[in-house]
């Protein structure tokens, strides 16, 4: 295992706006090989293609400026 990705889940009150957040974590010695920005497209496209939904967001630390840069050019 080099780390994990998530598709946040969609509280039933909020599921009309078919909406969500996701996050990725990957061990140190996985990071910056292209491994982030693959879990990062595989995401968007389950999101988008077969759970159906609008939009998608991600939310990382302010002090993350390689998480910043990856998602911008994503």
Request: proline letters at 3%.
């Amino acid at each position: 295992m080099i780390g994990s990705q998530k598709l946040f889940a969609i509280s039933p009150e909020e599921s009309h706006h078919r909406q969500t957040d996701f996050g990725i974590h990957l061990l140190p010695e996985y990071q910056g090989k292209g491994y982030g920005s693959e879990a990062v497209n595989w995401l968007l496209m389950i999101g988008f293609q077969h759970a159906g939904l609008h939009r998608i967001s991600a939310t990382y630390s302010a002090n993350n400026a390689r998480a910043a840069r990856s998602y911008e050019k994503l």
